[in-house]
């Protein structure tokens, strides 16, 4: 299944910001082995995984469920009698 460009877009920020702010969690305020460090870091791809997905599925079942655009009006031709 391919995401267009804003989904992708969206998703891309998003898994960025997390990233970033998971990153300076390890690396500045926990001071974590690398035992720690790796657990932490299988802690948040497991729980960034599925926040991803479940953001993902949010904005289909959005795109989804929002109205159709209505089809554009076209005069029809006389009836004939």
């Known amino acids: 299944m391919l995401l267009n460009f804003p989904v992708y877009q969206a998703g891309f920020s998003r898994l960025c910001d997390m990233v970033f702010v ?4 390890l690396l ?5 082995s690398v035992e720690e460090l790796a657990l ?3 802690w948040f791809i497991i729980t960034g995984t599925l926040r991803l997905v479940s953001l993902l599925c949010r904005d289909r079942f959005e795109w989804v469920r929002a109205p159709a655009a209505p089809a554009p009006c076209v005069a029809s031709p006389p009836a004939v009698h």
Do not use: E, L
């Open 22 to 25: 998971k990153g300076a969690f």
């Open 28 to 32: 500045v305020i926990a001071d974590p």
């Open 40 to 42: 932490w870091t299988a």
